[in-house]
Each structure stands twice: as C-alpha cells, then as structure tokens.
C-alpha cells in the first residue's frame, strides 16, 4: 500500500493522508481545510491531489474544521462513500460543517461585491451551508474500543485521545497479500490532564505511525497555572483596570473550557462581580453537545456535576446567539468578559470585538491556544503595533496575554509519554505531521533519542510505499 501526504505537512492544517491499498481502495485519513493562508487557501482547499469520487471511506479523526473542513466539498464534487468517526464526533460536526458553509457563503458574498466593483465576474464559495448539511448522510457514528469492519480487508478501531470531543486514535488492520498491517494515526493527541475529557488511552500495538507534532519543541505550563492565570488576567482587566478581557477562543472545547473554569471560580466564590458573555452561536450549539456526551467526561467534572448539574453555566454567564445581541456588547461601558471564536481570530464574531477593542488600553486581548505563523492572532501576539481588520487600520494600544496551558494539544514530554504504550521495536516507520519544520525536527531528533528507528517528516504530496 501507499500512504500519500496532501495536507498537514509540514504544516498545521489542511490534515489529509491517502491510503491506496494493494487492491486499489482509497481510505483518506481525515479530510480537514487548509487556514490562514490569505488568498492562497482557496486555491490550497481546491487542490485536492485525488478524486473524491474514487474515495472509498473517511476515517475522521476529530472534528475540528482543519481535519473535517473539507468534507462538504467532496460530497459537492461527487464523493459517496462513508465518512466514519465516533458518535460525539458526528454530532459535532452536524454543527461545525453547516457553520463553515455558512461563512464561506458570507465571505464570498462579500468578496462578489468587491469583484462586481472591478467588474469582475463573481465567484462561488467552496461549498454551501445546504452541501454540509446534506454531507452529513454519509456520517457512521462508531463508540470507541469496538472493531469495525469497514471492507472485507480492513478493520478500524478509535481509541480515546483526549484531544476535543470524540477524538480518536484511528487504528487500522488491512489485510495486504495474506499479511495483516497495522497502521494508527493519532490525528491530535490531548494532554494528560484535561479540565473536562478523559485523558488518552492507550492505543492498539501498530507497525506504521502517523502522529502529530503541533508543539514538538516545547513544554506547556502545569495546567493549574493556567487557571490561576486566568483568574489573574480577569481580575488585572476587570477590576483594576475596569476595562474588557476579549478571550478569542475556538468555539468547540476550548470555549467549554474557559466556561468550565470559570465556573468552578464562580462556585468557589473567587470570580469577581463581573458579566461574562459567551459570543458565539457554534460555541453554545457544541456546549449542548458537550452537555449529551458525559461518557466523554473525567472523573472530577462528573463529581462536580453531583452538586452542580450545569458545569457550563452559572448566574453571571451569558450566552449570545443574535448578531444584534453580539453588536450590543460593543456599547457595554462597564468591564466583562467577551469569549468569542475563532481562536485564531480569523473571522467570527471576535473581529469585530478585535475592531473595537483594542485601541482601548484599559482592555486586554488574551489568546489561549495556538495561532499559525500568518493569521491575525500571530500578528498581535508577535507585537505587531498596527493591524489591519476588514481593511481597516488599528493600533493596538489594548494589553496582549498568552495562556498557552489552555492548548488542546500535547507537548512534546507529553506526546513521548503517550507514546509509550506502543513497543517502539515493533514500529518500522513513523510520520510527522500536523507541524511546522522546526517543531517537526526537534520532535524528530527527541523520538529517535527515545529510541524510534525510522522518523520521516513527509513533504506536502509526498507519496511513500509501505
């Protein structure tokens, strides 16, 4: 078989990795949207370096839109096979998938009438709203640690990563010439300790690796710092300086966890008299979804719902789903709280939060996850004094924090212990992905320390046989 290298290559989104097996099925280990490239990522998401009408099957990792992104334009091109992935993971991409089609509409729509202003012709978005929600007949929900059977040769199982909701190790058993491999891909591997998942589990003994190496080269902060940075950040912005703390924030499980701890403060009695406001329509559907899904939960969020019923909500917690509601927030005098997507602070609801925030020098902006080299949020967390948002010019005079303990994703102590229940002996090769060069190498050099033969950093359309 051969393992083809399309996306989250040397880089940290767009995850796509082909298996072409010996008899000619075509398995797309996830199939997620290239992001924050500008005016390239369109043509990045069009290149798809296959056929999707020849796609047998996709095993979804998780649902981030960098690993699920693109379904919805495949199923738009002709794609009809299965898209398998556990249960939490469909539910939340019921959600996410609709959402990215409804902004990609509204992104182009407002793109046409700059073009119609050149008099140029307009141009369609990748896919629709109406293409996700129709994808989404081709989802199977699986639970995790149960084999399927998805083709006569081949057998999938998902093992819990902790990453989000519903993540999975995929493990595959393909049958090749009498001859079972076994290849497992991590997608993105959770840390140990999460304020609101299972921490991962160990996974089926493979022969082939694909793992990430997002942080390959460096440690994160205990996660108990985190928190107690929080509540300084919120008390610094807010009660001191009586200004906004703007939490740009993934919509799915970093929101809930903001939300989460900050509802353990208020339960405590530690989190100041102040309003907390939850902008993003995604971030209150997923938190539903979280709410549906306590299989999903640790041990010490189950203890806590014993008392509290409701650990995403709280007397001083507002949830905003009407743009108007979102608009209002912009007038509020008084401090508060504004948490709103994305993350990356690429479009959402927090541009316009950014937009109107943060030349204000009594606010804060606080990022508390990862943003790639050429987005926005990297531009303001590198120092940048102007900005540029909807083409309009601002100095950043607001405060600029980082948690970044907040991350979802494992560092790289964290992912070399996880990886220790694999017999590192009887894995022939190992893949880097889902990582930029630098953090990909020095993750390379730490796995052949620990022990791992044969560690390849693919390049982006690389094919190798297996």
Not at 101 to 126: C, M
Not at 154 to 181: A, R
Request: proline content about 5%; overall charge negative.
């Amino acid at each position: 078989m051969k393992i083809k290298f399309i996306g989250a290559a040397r880089e940290v989104t767009g995850s796509k990795h082909l298996i072409t097996t010996e008899g000619g099925k075509q398995i797309l280990l996830d199939c997620g949207m290239f992001q924050g490239k500008g005016l390239e990522t369109e043509g990045m998401n069009k290149a798809l370096g296959f056929k999707p009408e020849e796609i047998d099957h996709i095993l979804l990792s998780h649902a981030h839109i960098d690993h699920s992104g693109v379904i919805p334009y495949l199923y738009k091109l002709g794609f009809r096979g299965s898209v398998v992935c556990t249960h939490a993971t469909r539910d939340l991409c019921a959600i996410m998938l609709p959402d990215s089609g409804f902004i990609q509409e509204s992104d182009t729509e407002r793109f046409n009438r700059k073009r119609a202003r050149q008099g140029l012709q307009p141009v369609e978005p990748l896919y629709t709203r109406e293409d996700a929600v129709q994808c989404m007949e081709l989802f199977i929900g699986v639970p995790y640690n149960r084999k399927f059977t998805i083709d006569v040769n081949t057998k999938v199982k998902f093992t819990n990563t902790g990453h989000m909701l519903g993540s999975g190790v995929i493990s595959l058993d393909i049958l090749e010439s009498g001859k079972l491999v076994r290849l497992a891909y991590t997608g993105d591997i959770g840390r140990p300790k999460n304020r609101i998942l299972r921490s991962p589990d160990a996974f089926p003994q493979c022969d082939y690796l694909i793992t990430e190496a997002t942080y390959g080269d460096r440690l994160h902060p205990e996660i108990q710092d985190a928190e107690e940075e929080l509540l300084r950040v919120v008390k610094e912005t807010c009660v001191e300086k009586e200004g906004k703390l703007i939490i740009p924030s993934f919509a799915i499980g970093r929101a809930q966890e903001i939300v989460q701890v900050l509802n353990n403060y208020y339960n405590e009695g530690k989190l100041p008299k102040i309003q907390i406001y939850l902008d993003s329509p995604l971030a209150i559907d997923a938190t539903d979804i979280f709410r549906v899904h306590p299989e999903c939960f640790n041990r010490k969020v189950l203890d806590v719902m014993e008392t509290d019923p409701d650990p995403f909500g709280f007397k001083s917690l507002h949830y905003v789903r009407k743009a108007e509601e979102s608009k209002s927030l912009n007038s509020l005098t008084e401090p508060c709280v504004i948490i709103s997507s994305s993350g990356m602070m690429e479009a959402g609801r927090i541009k316009h939060h950014l937009a109107n925030n943060i030349e204000n020098p009594k606010n804060t902006v606080l990022a508390v996850g990862y943003c790639a080299p050429t987005t926005l949020g990297a531009r303001i967390l590198r120092g940048d004094k102007e900005i540029s948002i909807f083409g309009d010019k601002y100095i950043v005079r607001a405060d600029i924090e980082k948690i970044e303990a907040f991350s979802g994703h494992a560092d790289y102590s964290e992912m070399l212990n996880y990886l220790k229940c694999q017999d590192r002996k009887q894995i022939k090769k190992v893949f880097l992905v889902h990582g930029e060069i630098g953090p990909q190498s020095s993750y390379k050099e730490k796995l052949e320390e620990a022990g791992y033969s044969d560690v390849l950093i693919p390049k982006k359309g690389e094919e190798i046989i297996i």
